[in-house]
């Protein structure tokens, strides 16, 4: 580092006429060169520093003109969706009538149903029960007859003898050639 400062300092010390050199008088030289570089400066460099300032604007207005198109689509979309929320909406609450008319629909469908299978059922019962009570009165009948014919068989056979037999035996046969003969 030593070296760098001896060079300009040594720079510093060479004869001004007909040559080229630093003027190290800081005082002197310093506001003329930084008029000189900021003169250049801006000659040379406000075309281009107007350029980049132009291109920044165009790129900024071109990003606020992107978003707005994108807010405007999102704005549209919004809007699509709560349209479709409403029809959406109004279908559920549609449904949700139609579901509670034809569930109550189906409940007194299903209570008439039952209530015609109970009569059915009811019927059915008394039917069965009629049937069992004719079919036990028969059955009663039967047995009285049995009981009946066995006791008046029982008292025939201990009042008829052999001869009163033979006569009914004979008397029987003539009513049924007679029936015989009347058929023919």
Known sequence: MKNLTDS???LGQWPMAGSF????????TNPINLSVVFGVLIFFGKGVLSDLLDNRK??????????????GGAIEQLEKARARLQKVEREAELFRVNGYSGIEQERLNLINSTSKNLEQLENYKNETVLFEQQRAINEVRQRVFQQALQGALGALNS?????LHLRT????MGMFGAIKEITD
């Open 8 to 10: 300009f300092l040594s």
């Open 21 to 28: 050199g630093f003027n190290t008088d800081i005082l002197a």
């Open 58 to 71: 165009q790129k900024i207005l071109s990003t606020i003109r992107n978003s707005e198109e994108l807010r």
């Open 159 to 163: 009042c008829l003898n052999n001869e």
């Open 169 to 172: 035996i004979s008397t029987n």
